[in-house]
């Protein structure tokens, strides 16, 4: 597991290196493309991590597919709260300073929400035992990505 990890880790690291050279016409074909690169190494290895066997397969990756299409709008919403934090660094308001933590907060929590209803699926389909090792390596490549976001914020907006 640890292993698979790590090599999430170089992937996301390399997706993001892939999309920052890309010559692409906007930086929302950049965060599509890195979101798009994301979200494929995040299958494969979240499938080599589950340990599935193939009729195990056949019922998790349609469920999971769908899951990470309702991601897929979260990872946006992401980088917009990461761009707007940027935009507003340097100058940023009190007011500026609300929305960005109100838009962060219903982020999270709206992730939240997503991974129970998945979970929820999951569970209609697999043993509770397999839902729950979905969820801890969900957690865990979300909390790596949750690293790679941290780097780029400053600490402070003083």
Avoid: C, H
Avoid at 64 to 84: H, I, P, S, W
Avoid at 90 to 105: H, P, Q
Avoid at 128 to 149: G, H, P, Y
Wanted: net charge neutral; no cysteine; hydrophobic share 45%.
């Amino acid at each position: 597991m640890t292993k698979l990890l790590i090599a999430f880790a170089a992937l996301a690291s390399l997706g993001a290196a892939e999309a920052a050279l890309a010559q692409t016409t906007s930086t929302n074909d950049d965060t599509q493309l890195l979101i798009s690169q994301i979200q494929t190494d995040k299958r494969a290895v979240v499938l080599r991590a589950m340990e599935l066997t193939d009729a195990e397969v056949a019922v998790f990756t349609p469920i999971y597919d769908e899951y990470q299409a309702e991601m897929k709008g979260l990872f946006q919403r992401g980088a917009d709260v990461l761009n707007k934090f940027a935009a507003n660094y340097g100058s940023m308001t009190d007011d500026a300073a609300n929305d960005i933590m109100k838009e962060w907060f219903s982020l999270r929590d709206d992730r939240n929400v997503v991974i129970k209803k998945y979970a929820k699926k999951f569970g209609k389909k697999m043993p509770a035992t397999d839902v729950l090792r979905w969820v801890q390596i969900e957690n865990k490549l979300n909390a790596l990505l949750d690293i790679q976001a941290a780097q780029v914020v400053p600490v402070s907006t003083k």
